[in-house]
């Protein structure tokens, strides 16, 4: 109606269809590798969505987990500073250094003995300002300094012996036994102050008490850093799971790192212990000496009130140089 054949326009639709044939049987190669290639991105975006899903989830779980570390560690933290918070009573002193002696008799003691030493300086004819003070020491001061000494002595003794006790609770572990049965092993053959101190745990276990409560009483009679941080790994271990024999060698390691910074320690302060040794002895081998050679001008010091000034004055300012060397010369770590 336009002017145009019909038979034209038949043979011009032919050939776009023709032409267009042929384009798709020369592209059905390239158009089929990018469908294919599609498919392949959609797997592949699939499989990265669900590894990202996977990845997500277990970061969750370690989030948990050491949201749950953390919780127990603040809550052992809490724990260790309300007992430190709790005044060092005579009877845990005694207790901590080993003694079996009961609080009374370490007063009647006490007593005895202040009484025995102010006698004797009463004998030897001194004054009654000296016998008082004789009195005093041998009451309240020598008993109290003896019970100090056994407490630190002890102390040592355990810390030269715990890194061992650890060491066969971690081959124990990795050898099957129960945690249970290792620190029977210990309690049955470690040598004192260790073997007693776990036999308290093993017999708090048979007693109905859990292992983190039993394993806690440990701190409480050995109040030392090391014996803390073996009850927060067991305590951890018991509420999160984990490597048991992992965490308590990573710990033996750590206790004998600290031990040898503590003999470093103690060498590189050898120098200034001994010239704080010598230092303090000097007074007193003077006035031996001087007391040998011309006993009546050392004398004086003795018998004149204002010798007796003298001496005192004297040992307050030493008392105060040989604490600020010790001061000194002590590191906490």
Known sequence: MFGIDTTVIAFMVLAALGFGGIIYALMFNTISNDARQAERLSSIKQRDKSQQNNAAQRLQEAAKRRKTVQDSLKDLEDQTKSKHKKKLTLKKMLVQA????????????????????????????????????????????????????????????????????????????????????????????????????????????????????????????????????????IAIQQSAGGNLSEALGNLANVLRDRKKLDEKIKAMSAEAKASAGIIGSLPFCVTGL????????????????????????????????????KKMINFDF
């Not at 040998?292 to 004149?304: A, E, G, K, N, V």
Request: aromatic residues 14%.
């Open 290 to 325: 001087v007391y040998l050679t011309t006993p009546d001008y050392i004398t004086l010091l003795f018998t004149h009130p204002t010798g007796h000034m003298v001496i005192g004055g004297s040992l307050i300012w030493m008392s105060m140089g040989i604490l600020v060397m």
């Open 98 to 233: 080993g003694m079996t002696i009961t609080v009374q008799q370490f007063f009647i003691f006490s007593i005895l003995f202040g009484l025995a030493l102010s006698i004797g300086a009463f004998a030897a004819g001194f004054n009654i300002y000296v016998i008082g003070g004789a009195l005093f020491v041998g009451g309240f001061g020598l008993p109290r300094w003896f019970v100090s000494y056994k407490r630190k002595k002890r102390f040592k003794a355990f810390m030269k012996e715990f890194p061992n006790a650890v060491d066969v609770i971690v081959r124990g572990v990795k050898a099957g036994l129960p945690l249970n049965d290792c620190l029977a092993i210990i309690a049955r053959e470690s040598k004192d102050p260790v073997g007693p101190e776990f036999r308290k745990i093993v017999e708090s276990q048979k007693m109905g008490m859990t292992m983190g409560d039993a394993i806690a009483k440990l701190f409480e009679n050995i109040p030392l850093s090391e014996a803390n941080f073996f009850g927060i790994v």
